[in-house]
């Protein structure tokens, strides 16, 4: 007969427990929310034996077992078993073999709450390129329980795990009858008393009732039993605490001395501490930070150049040949003008977001970007927020919707408030594409001493105008939001290590699949949804535009050619789109767009990226067979007003850029937002403050290029 066990995956983060997660349940896995808090639950399903299946809890990273922030609180209730939803048979504990001091300080609180564990050594392969040899049948015998070393990513020591958990389940290993330090010590009276009280809880548990009942599901008179306890024994929590912690970092130095060894630590340590005192020098850290961020985008704009041109040179022929192939009429022009347009606009960009992830994973890879949060806490500490406010925003690079979730890490309230509503301003990856068009069409393609191309350098420019942004709102909103809480900024900077060029490359194609297949389905339904709305119109105005240039076609048939091609532009003009554009023009005009960008800027609502699935449309849709052989950087700088002024002229885009820099144009964003506040309040402040902002400073923007 078979049984199914809860098991909660528990661990530091960064341990791996995630890459354990995905190893252990595959596909089957889904994502909601814990009940009353805004944290992620992940759960997934496993078969652990032909006996037993499992559903996997993948609780949130914690250090210990005194939490301090909101997810740290829920993965603390599960193990205490306060938790009515989430009840764990038994602990699988991620622990990293290459930090293994700090892991075990976790993994001893849990044993001594006398639950069933398994220990799962991740990070054996960084362990061993540090030298680092870890004797596991001896850790085994110190902890006193099972330690099974695993790699997730290369699926390997997953059957063994398994038979491990398989044997806990069945009481074959039963939990260590000794506590990992004499816990009893620190508070014998106090201990003894709420033991009366709960007899079932072990001494370690004991000591959590006194120092945490309020927050427990508890009875209101053994709330009360307890405050009588700690009142009478004179019980102090941070004291307790502070011995309870040099205990275990004393057992654990043993344990270490034991069954660690490595190879001229003190060298390593030199090494980091030699590197940390010239990249987190007061003047040369910041120069070194702000030259890695150039060499960033230069390679952003450099390396891509060759594969973008190659994929772009590739549709436009493909295009040519597909709508000379195919008879005329409307399914070759969806094909062409709708399908293969919108296909173009969303693989043109791999290249250049595969460059920047792969680098942004190279830099987290070798501890720098722990650097970067050290570096610019001061600078954040000025605009109210602190250096923990780093990680969501620079992971704003890449979506602001996991960047804003990250933000439940900042303890102080304030501080995470003024994050989530800056971070949006950081340019996510999905502004990449915008920015690209844009700077390739009013920016000249020059090179400098060889390699610093002035494209890059532009690139570069509109990234820190999105930073800049940021703290200036996050500095002026700061003083709208009271609180009297403090905040303090503690960071473990991690050894400099060498990347793991694979995970690199991982992140790279896994990215790059995430875009195409995510971002690529809104694009292409955007982009069909354009192509119906610009190809067909009201009928009594797209028939009078047919007659009228027919007319004029037979009255002088020399000039045929030029009629038909001011006909398309006409019953382009006249289209659903062209109709929805011309009526929001007179709002834009000031600023330096036509009714096209209009369109644009209304579809980028549902995501940033979808302007280059726009504009592919709105300039494709009208062309002739001839036309179709040119990119989209060709048509759009070819696109003038009505009385022949270019419509991209320098001052137009660098307002462009700047409207796509600060504007909020992302409903997922705006969902996220509202679902983290718990209110419609700070979403709508939002919008109105981005999108007013982004109004005024591209306004100011096309003045002073005019």
């Given at each position: 007969m078979s049984s199914q066990l809860n098991i909660a995956l528990v661990g530091n983060p960064n341990s791996g427990k995630s890459s354990l997660f995905n190893s252990l349940t595959g596909l089957n896995q889904k994502v909601g929310n814990f009940p009353g808090v805004t944290v992620d639950k992940k759960t997934g399903f496993s078969k652990i034996s032909e006996k037993i299946s499992a559903k996997i809890i993948d609780l949130p990273g914690t250090y210990s077992l005194y939490p301090k922030r909101n997810d740290e609180w829920v993965s603390y209730k599960v193990l205490m078993d306060e938790d009515k939803g989430v009840k764990a048979d038994i602990i699988v504990l991620i622990a990293d073999a290459s930090n293994l001091k700090r892991n075990l300080l976790f993994c001893s609180q849990i044993i001594d709450l006398r639950r069933p564990v398994v220990v799962a050594l991740t990070m054996m392969d960084i362990a061993k390129k540090n030298n680092i040899q870890v004797d596991i049948p001896g850790l085994e015998r110190e902890l006193g329980v099972l330690v099974i070393p695993v790699n997730p990513r290369k699926n390997k020591g997953i059957i063994q795990l398994k038979k491990a958990i398989e044997k806990t389940a069945e009481n074959i290993y039963k939990i260590p009858e000794r506590d990992f330090i004499n816990t009893r010590s620190l508070a014998p009276a106090a201990i003894e008393k709420v033991q009366k009280l709960l007899p079932e809880i072990s001494d370690y548990r004991a000591i959590h009732y006194l120092i945490n009942h309020e927050n427990f599901l508890l009875e209101p008179a053994i709330q009360e039993a307890i405050e009588?306890?700690?009142?009478?024994?004179?019980?102090?929590?941070?004291?307790?605490?502070?011995?309870?912690?040099?205990?275990?970092?004393?057992?654990?130095?043993?344990?270490?001395?034991?069954?660690?060894?490595?190879?001229?630590?003190?060298?390593?340590?030199?090494?980091?501490?030699?590197?940390?005192?010239?990249?987190?020098?007061?003047?040369?850290?910041?120069?070194?930070?702000?030259?890695?961020?150039?060499?960033?985008?230069?390679?952003?704009?450099?390396?891509?150049?060759?594969?973008?041109?190659?994929?772009?040179?590739?549709?436009?022929?493909?295009?040519?040949?597909?709508?000379?192939?195919?008879?005329?009429?409307?399914?070759?022009?969806?094909?062409?003008?709708?399908?293969?347009?919108?296909?173009?606009?969303?693989?043109?960009?791999?290249?250049?977001?595969?460059?920047?992830?792969?680098?942004?994973?190279?830099?987290?890879?070798?501890?720098?970007?722990?650097?970067?949060?050290?570096?610019?806490?001061?600078?954040?500490?000025?605009?109210?927020?602190?250096?923990?406010?780093?990680?969501?925003?620079?992971?704003?690079?890449?979506?602001?919707?996991?960047?804003?979730?990250?933000?439940?890490?900042?303890?102080?309230?304030?501080?995470?408030?003024?994050?989530?509503?800056?971070?949006?301003?950081?340019?996510?990856?999905?502004?990449?594409?915008?920015?690209?068009?844009?700077?390739?069409?009013?920016?000249?393609?020059?090179?400098?001493?060889?390699?610093?191309?002035?494209?890059?350098?532009?690139?570069?420019?509109?990234?820190?105008?999105?930073?800049?942004?940021?703290?200036?709102?996050?500095?002026?909103?700061k003083f709208f939001i009271r609180s009297k809480e403090k905040s303090f900024f503690i960071l473990e900077l991690p050894v400099y290590r060498e990347p793991r060029w694979k995970n690199m490359f991982y992140t790279m194609v896994e990215k790059a699949r995430v875009f195409v297949f995510q971002a690529g389905k809104v694009i292409m339904v955007i982009s069909l949804l354009l192509w119906v709305l610009s190809s067909y119109g009201p009928p009594k105005k797209m028939k009078n535009v047919s007659e009228?240039?027919?007319?004029?076609?037979?009255?002088?048939?020399?000039?045929?050619?030029?009629?038909?091609?001011?006909?398309?532009?006409?019953?382009?003009?006249?289209?659903?789109?062209?109709?929805?554009?011309?009526?929001?023009?007179?709002?834009?005009?000031?600023?330096?767009?036509?009714?096209?960008?209009?369109?644009?800027?209304?579809?980028?609502?549902?995501?940033?990226?979808?302007?280059?699935?726009?504009?592919?449309?709105?300039?494709?849709?009208?062309?002739?067979?001839?036309?179709?052989?040119?990119?989209?950087?060709?048509?759009?700088?070819?696109?003038?007003?009505?009385?022949?002024?270019?419509?991209?002229?320098?001052?137009?885009?660098?307002?462009?850029?700047?409207?796509?820099?600060?504007?909020?144009?992302?409903?997922?964003?705006?969902?996220?937002?509202?679902?983290?506040?718990?209110?419609?309040?700070?979403?709508?402040?939002?919008?109105?403050?981005?999108?007013?902002?982004?109004?005024?400073?591209?306004?100011?923007?096309f003045h002073l290029f005019k």
């Open positions: 009588n306890i700690e009142t009478e024994t004179n019980f102090s929590p941070s004291k307790i605490q502070a011995e309870e912690i040099l205990h275990r970092y004393g057992k654990i130095k043993n344990i270490m001395q034991q069954t660690v060894v490595e190879t001229d630590p003190l060298q390593k340590t030199l090494f980091t501490q030699k590197l940390d005192d010239i990249l987190l020098h007061r003047t040369w850290g910041y120069l070194i930070l702000l030259g890695v961020l150039f060499l960033l985008f230069q390679s952003i704009f450099v390396l891509a150049q060759f594969p973008m041109d190659g994929i772009e040179w590739f549709f436009a022929k493909a295009g040519s040949w597909i709508a000379n192939l195919l008879p005329g009429g409307w399914f070759s022009d969806l094909f062409v003008n709708g399908i293969l347009a919108g296909l173009s606009g969303i693989l043109v960009f791999v290249p250049q977001i595969m460059i920047l992830f792969g680098l942004i994973t190279l830099l987290e890879d070798t501890g720098y970007m722990a650097r970067i949060s050290f570096l610019t806490d001061r600078v954040m500490r000025k605009a109210g927020l602190n250096g923990k406010s780093v990680m969501p925003m620079i992971s704003g690079l890449a979506c602001a919707v996991p960047a804003i979730m990250s933000a439940r890490n900042i303890e102080n309230k304030k501080e995470r408030l003024l994050t989530i509503m800056c971070t949006p301003l950081m340019s996510c990856s999905a502004r990449l594409p915008v920015y690209t068009v844009l700077i390739a069409l009013i920016i000249p393609n020059k090179i400098y001493l060889g390699f610093i191309s002035l494209q890059g350098i532009v690139m570069m420019l509109m990234y820190l105008v999105g930073t800049i942004m940021a703290l200036l709102s996050a500095y002026v909103i009228k240039y027919e007319a004029l076609s037979k009255q002088q048939p020399g000039k045929a050619d030029e009629y038909n091609k001011l006909k398309r532009t006409d019953l382009l003009e006249n289209s659903y789109a062209g109709i929805l554009g011309k009526s929001i023009e007179p709002i834009i005009r000031p600023l330096g767009y036509d009714w096209k960008i209009g369109i644009a800027l209304i579809t980028s609502f549902a995501a940033r990226e979808v302007f280059v699935g726009t504009m592919a449309t709105l300039y494709s849709v009208g062309d002739d067979k001839d036309e179709n052989n040119a990119t989209l950087r060709q048509k759009m700088s070819a696109a003038t007003w009505p009385d022949g002024r270019k419509v991209y002229t320098l001052a137009a885009g660098l307002s462009l850029l700047i409207f796509y820099v600060l504007a909020m144009q992302c409903m997922s964003t705006l969902a996220i937002v509202k679902r983290e506040t718990r209110s419609w309040k700070w979403p709508i402040i939002m919008v109105t403050y981005m999108t007013g902002l982004a109004y005024i400073m591209s306004w100011i923007t």
